[in-house]
């Protein structure tokens, strides 16, 4: 069984209902959360997810929103529950990663990565596969959104969820999660507002039509993408099940 929670559905942009990004994805001993941004840790406790046992963060880029929440984690790992966490944490990232962590351990002091309990961080390169846990696989692929940033490819017993992190559209990307249970994509701006490095509702359809997933789930709406037909235009393009996520949104995936 594999579980995927849009634990924070949210953007940049501050939007009632939706904190910042972060999805959480749980099979076999692995319970990894993709992207950290404000908000992920209280929405957590909010949504009675047992943020205690995470065994591994993976960010798909450097932007605050996906983020700006890992030093509070961390920090509710050794400070926010009795006793200390004591299990090992992986921290999972493209290229820079620790240097964002030394970054954060700078602001914060240098005990942000040394709170008693074993931080081991990852620098993922894309075309390579990183064992999680017995069966279960991490592999990324480099999107045009900043330079580092990536989508991750989660697997687990023959089930695979996508989630394409920020991106604009990648006709690579379409390619490299066909035939995948969940795409859980981003969508943050309307037509009318679009840019090159993020994806349109149409564009989310064209990615799907290209991926032609067991669900398109969809997140990261800017407030202007939720003023219009969202699951019209996707739909326009795509034919196969939307889901627009939302905070605290959860889907099991069944081994085959
Ligand atoms: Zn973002
Ligand atoms: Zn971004």
């Excluded at 700006?68 to 004591?86: E, F, H, K, N």
């Excluded at 240098?110 to 961080?121: A, D, E, K, M």
Aim: with cysteine; hydrophobic share 40%; net charge negative.
């Amino acid at each position: 069984m594999m579980r995927l929670t849009t634990v924070g559905t949210g953007t940049a942009a501050p939007s009632r209902g939706r904190v910042q990004s972060g999805h959480l994805v749980e099979c076999g001993t692995v319970r990894l959360l993709m992207d950290c941004g404000s908000g992920i840790t209280t929405r957590l406790a909010d949504l009675g997810i047992a943020w205690q046992t995470i065994t591994h963060i993976a960010l798909t880029h450097f932007h605050a929103d996906h983020i700006v929440d890992v030093p509070t984690l961390l920090y509710a790992w050794r400070y926010g529950q009795l006793p200390p966490r004591s299990e090992p944490l992986q921290i999972i990232g493209p290229a820079g990663t620790l240097r964002i962590l030394s970054g954060f351990a700078g602001v914060f002091g240098q005990g942000l990565l040394t709170l008693g309990f074993p931080i081991s961080v990852h620098e993922i390169v894309p075309g390579g596969a990183l064992a999680l846990g017995t069966n279960t696989h991490l592999r990324c692929l480099k999107v045009p959104h900043t330079d580092e940033s990536v989508a991750y490819s989660v697997e687990h017993a023959g089930l695979r969820i996508v989630y394409t992190g920020d991106t604009g559209p990648d006709q690579a990307l379409g390619e490299w999660a066909n035939g995948c249970d969940v795409l859980l994509a981003e969508c943050s701006l309307p037509e009318s507002m679009a840019i090159a490095t993020h994806l349109t509702p149409a564009q989310c359809g064209a990615l799907g039509a290209a991926a032609n997933p067991g669900v398109l789930a969809l997140t990261h709406f800017y407030p202007p993408v939720e003023a219009v037909d969202i699951r019209g235009e996707v739909g326009a393009l795509f034919g196969g099940t939307v889901v627009l996520a939302t905070d605290g949104w959860t889907l099991d995936l069944e081994e085959r």
